[in-house]
DNA sequence: TCAGAATTTGACGTATTGTCATTTTTCGAC
DNA sequence: GTCGAAAAATGACAATACGTCAAATTCTGA
């Protein structure tokens, strides 16, 4: 039998676990109800019913519990990336079916994803604790290997041979970083769609194509039909995530009306 | 001759314009030096020496303050792309002329392009003032419309067909979003030279030569000496900036030893 | 039931933003 | 040079937020 000592033990640590949850989900919802400017450390002691003691002995300050969030919207979006990558398809399909995950998850969770990018500033990074910054950093490593075995599968299988002096690291970073502009530009302000790019996501998806036209990854779009990969992405692969998109959408619309 | 009562009206608009810059010196100055949460707007007041009364004169809020540094920030920039853009090159060239300029900046000025992000977050664009939105509107129209050019140079002297589908103002979108992201990426603390990838601006180089390869952008890589035009807008063109960059350095270097 | 440990609490010290009544300076007329 | 009004500068003050810590409360094992 498990010594009693240890029985309580184990319980007290899921009940914290748990609480640390809560006031993440709290912290969560008020970023959306309030805005970044309006969530203070007391709002979200009120809203867990707890007091602001409490709170700080789960996170060290107010830039930790953002960072916790971080975490947790990193460890989602890895999990769809993992999903999109795991798919029984051509390499250059499961890239795009990567692609369509990001933009996907920052469709979903805008706010996470502007989180995240407060959250990677150099000033609040460097307050956050040694504990969260570490697991941040398992993930990226985690992201940026499934990234590039991707890649590295496309060329083992003979479907893409990089040109000369570029690895398979410096591509997805590239992509990577296409992606990730893309997404910070569009929720920048500019009003990209005056200027003639009415769809972000759109563009990408024929810039995604062209490119990897352009670097000859096999098959190439006039020997596929990348259009029938978009369409089992959206209504096989990703049903559920773009339903909770409209669904968000008409509930919003129906708030405001 | 002029009245007098219009001469120290312009007087006194030219002395406040100067103050203007003071503080956005100031505040400049005290980013660098104490960073985006040290920088306290008594701190402004004292490094300018005037009350804090007299800075809120001058902008309506500290984001507004920040927004005056971000604009002034996005005309040094819109300035080099300028300057590239104007380069007596062909279409390809200068777009690379582009890219380069823009990373330049971004080792240039870390702290103002840090800065621009967060303060393009929609939490701090929407406390700024009217007056500042739209020239900043104003400045991202000119670039956009410089760049686009860029790429309409290229389509109409037909060194350029455009794939399918795909209009300049994508493509450009695209291009921006590959080096804007390249560059939030870069400062966000991933270890990319731990994940093999050393130099982004090098990764980005290559990247960018393959993928205007790839569109069939004329002269291609193997028709002429891209290398040599790196070389160029080295020495030549931004030459001045790439040796503020080198002195920066070693200045910093002299203060941590 | 109880003593001691662990946990929770919220009032408090410090810092920061933005305001506004008061003081100081400037300006033009005489 | 002097005066009164207008413009500008000042800094004390209210409001709000972060993070701390001594006191209060709860829990635990005997």
Redesign the interface.
């Known amino acids: 039998m498990i010594p009693p000592l240890m029985n309580t033990a184990s319980r007290k640590q899921r009940e914290i676990a748990a609480r640390e949850e809560l006031i993440l989900d709290c912290a969560a919802r008020l970023l959306g109800e309030v805005?970044?400017?309006g969530l203070s450390m007391d709002r979200v002691a009120e809203a867990v019913e707890y007091s602001k003691g409490t709170i700080y002995q789960h996170f060290d300050c107010k830039e930790d519990l953002l960072a916790g969030l971080c975490l947790r919207s990193s460890q989602d979006l890895y999990d769809l990336f993992s999903r999109a990558a795991g798919l029984d398809l051509s390499p250059r399909e499961r890239l795009i079916a990567i692609a369509f995950a990001y933009q996907l998850f920052i469709r979903l969770h805008p706010l996470e994803f502007?989180n995240m990018?407060?959250l990677?500033?150099?000033?609040v990074?460097e307050?956050t604790s040694a504990e969260n910054r570490c697991a941040m950093?398992t993930i990226?490593?985690q992201v940026?290997n499934t990234l590039?075995q991707v890649v590295r599968d496309g060329v083992s299988s003979g479907d893409l041979t990089l040109?000369q002096?570029?690895?398979?690291?410096?591509?997805i970073?590239?992509l990577?970083?296409?992606?990730?502009?893309?997404a910070?530009?569009g929720?920048?302000?500019?009003?990209?769609a005056d200027?003639?790019?009415p769809s972000?996501a759109?563009?990408?998806q024929?810039?995604n194509n062209?490119?990897l036209?352009?670097?000859?990854w096999h098959p190439v779009s006039k020997e596929f039909d990348y259009a029938a990969t978009q369409r089992y992405l959206e209504q096989q692969v990703f049903n559920a995530e773009l339903r909770m998109l409209q669904d968000d959408a008409e509930t919003r619309q129906r708030k405001s009306s």
Not at 120 to 123: D, E, G, H, L, R
Not at 213 to 216: A, F, H, V, Y
């Open positions: 805005g970044y400017q502007a990018q407060t990677k500033s150099a000033t990074r307050k950093q990226e490593a940026m590039t040109p002096g570029l690895t398979c690291e410096e591509l970073f590239c990577w970083a296409t992606q990730y502009g893309a910070s530009l929720i920048s302000g500019i009003p990209f200027y003639g790019v972000i759109g563009a990408l024929k810039f062209n490119l036209d352009g670097l000859n």
